[in-house]
């Protein structure tokens, strides 16, 4: 279907009522967040800083609440349906790669039933970034992957492809704005998107790397790609595919929660014995950890590599620290 | 644990508690009872899992679980003094409760080594995964061709469970070896380290699997003296722990290589963790 940009504020009219997540800039950073009644909507971004898996997966959240000396513990009620209009194609890949994780043997009943209560409104990537590579990693600037519907930005219109029923439903909502797509649009979207491919200059050869990468145990190469680490964990923090997790209590008199917050690897704390021991105790062991954890654990677990080329660590890294680089010079020690 | 939030934990009443060792890191052994009567009889452990107990308000802290099933419907955990959670935990006493979820984690083979002989070769609170083995094994010690037991602390005062030796060693189908590192008055069994005693005692490898825990430095020279004595990597097992949040294998960092410890272990026979680069970090 398509929807012609004139009538692009009165589509997102239709979703406001629907708790609309689109990318807002707060302060100086893009992140989703609720679109307001009579908000104007801009899809005018490349990614946003912060990645959309806080809307499965928060930042925070309360796993339950008790009272101190009772044995009764109230879960969250997470029946709150949301739309989310113009997630990347990699951030979507990102939240079908994580759930893996939260479906191994044991369902994580957060992350699943708020992943279950969204819907994700795509969109692809007419202009990826200086350091997007996602073709290297299984993705593209149009994939569907993750999705429930996907918009194409043709230039005067978005041309609308379902990719689930929840994607189909909210066409059909729609209806009356949207008007059959035609061949030549199609064709447009073709071209347009194979341009938008061959924008894409990074590249990661990963061929033998999740075989590779544990032989390279003691190479010299992980303290020279950690030198320069502050250990600011921004590369995780920010990354749509990173999932770890701590687990704390909060208390306030009787009234208390046990929450769970956003970890990262690149901390010293995270892997601390109470001890004093620590099991990887410099950034040279925290960075190799890391770089395994996404392109060899993750792909022996889940076959599926746990990096979706979006950037994020890469741009916003403060001390320049690269994973294609890094990538490079694995593959480089590997040959 | 409800059936649909495994991370919802259940409530166990201390039925007893008392302390095996004492000083600032005193390790104090909790017996406990589930308190759902339905969660008692459906709880089905095997030597070698884990739980991760608490106390609301404090945290939790993965522990392993220091009885055999065949002791009967209860638990028990022997938790060091060490931090927020253990320290929290050491002032419950009979009667509080405390949260229990799991079990988690793999187990010892123990069914698959049947008509074997079993040498377990622990080291201060490292024989707390270790006594499940050896009350399993003295509960069917018919299906066992043997059961040998060494066990070393710094001194006698750091020694667990030491209520139970006397009576092992009264038993004819089992042979129970004790050690500490420095010579003290009163004390009629054997002075010097584990590894030392596991040559000394010069065990055959033959038809033999031999488990070991304890601190890192006397798990090293222990897998080198039992390989010097000729078992194989096969016929070696012991168990790890790295710091646990969630212990269901999402929050990510009891990872040693590709294994998490929480879900893929904490058992590992040696050789598979020959080859896991970061098991002996």
């Not at chain 2, 969630?246 to 080859?275: E, Q």
């Amino acid at each position: 279907m398509l929807l012609n940009k004139e009538k692009w504020p009165e589509f997102v009219e239709k979703l406001i009522g629907k708790n609309l997540w689109a990318p807002k800039l707060e302060g100086e950073a893009m992140r989703f967040a609720l679109v307001a009644e009579g908000e104007e909507v801009s899809l005018e971004y490349g990614n946003t800083r912060v990645p959309p898996k806080g809307t499965a997966f928060p930042q925070t959240e309360t796993m339950y609440r008790f009272q101190l000396g009772n044995t009764d513990m109230q879960e969250p009620k997470l029946e709150e349906e949301r739309i989310l209009l113009g997630v990347r194609p990699c951030d979507a890949r990102a939240m079908a790669i994580i759930e893996k994780l939260f479906r191994w043997d044991y369902d994580d009943p957060y992350f699943l039933k708020r992943r279950e209560m969204l819907t994700l409104v795509g969109l692809a990537c007419n202009d990826p970034g200086l350091n997007c590579f996602c073709p290297s990693v299984g993705g593209a600037p149009d994939s569907a992957e993750g999705l429930d519907l996907l918009m194409y930005d043709l230039g005067d219109s978005f041309l609308m492809e379902s990719v689930t029923t929840k994607g189909e439903a909210l066409l059909a909502e729609t209806k009356e704005l949207l008007t059959d797509s035609d061949a030549d649009a199609v064709k447009t979207k073709e071209k347009l998107f194979a341009d938008a491919g061959a924008k894409i200059k990074r590249t990661v050869d990963h061929i033998g790397i999740p075989e590779g990468l544990p032989g390279l145990w003691e190479d010299p190469l992980w303290r020279r790609v950690s030198a320069s680490c502050i250990g600011c964990a921004t590369c995780t923090y920010l990354c749509p595919t990173c999932h770890c997790f701590d687990i704390q209590d909060e208390v306030e008199g009787f009234e208390a929660r046990r929450c769970r917050m956003w970890d990262s690897c690149m901390f010293e704390e995270y892997t601390l014995h109470t001890s004093g021991h620590n099991t990887r105790p410099t950034r040279r062991e925290r960075t190799r950890n890391r770089i395994n954890h996404k392109y060899s654990y993750y792909v022996d677990k889940f076959d599926v590599i746990a990096c979706v080329g979006c950037g994020r660590c890469i741009n916003l890294c403060p001390v320049n620290i690269d994973i294609v680089e890094i990538l490079r010079q694995v593959k480089e020690e590997l040959q | 644990m409800t059936a649909d939030n495994p991370y919802i934990p259940y409530f166990a009443t201390i039925e007893d508690s008392w302390f095996e060792t004492g000083g600032d890191r005193c390790i104090k052994t909790f017996k406990v009872v589930f308190d759902d009567p339905a969660v008692r009889d459906s709880w089905n452990h095997k030597p070698g899992q884990c739980a991760m107990i608490g106390v609301l308000g404090e945290g939790e802290s993965m522990i392993s679980i220091s009885c055999s099933p065949t002791e009967g419907k209860f638990l028990r955990f022997s938790v060091m003094k060490m931090g927020k959670v253990t320290q929290a935990l050491h002032k419950l006493e009979a009667g509080d409760k405390m949260t229990v979820r799991g079990p988690y984690g793999n187990s010892f083979p123990v069914d698959d080594w049947q008509g074997k002989k079993i040498l377990t070769i622990g080291g201060g609170i490292g024989q707390a995964p270790l006594r499940p083995i050896v009350e399993f094994v003295k509960s069917n010690r018919e299906k066992y061709a043997g059961l040998t037991m060494i066990y070393g602390a710094r001194s006698a005062g750091d020694l667990c469970f030491k209520g139970e030796f006397d009576q092992m060693s009264k038993r004819d189908d089992l042979s129970c070896h004790l050690t500490i590192d420095i010579e003290e008055e009163g004390w009629d069994h054997n002075v010097g380290f584990v590894p030392q005693m596991l040559l000394d005692l010069n065990p055959s490898p033959e038809n033999t699997i031999a488990v070991t825990c304890g601190p890192p430095i006397m798990i090293r020279f222990v897998l080198e003296n039992l390989k010097k004595l000729g078992f194989s990597d096969e016929q070696v097992y012991t168990t790890l722990e790295n710091r646990m949040k969630c212990g269901i294998g999402k929050c990510g960092r009891c990872n040693a290589g590709c294994m998490y410890v929480c879900k893929d272990g904490p058992v590992f026979s040696y050789s598979v963790l020959k080859d896991i680069p970061e098991a002996f970090a």
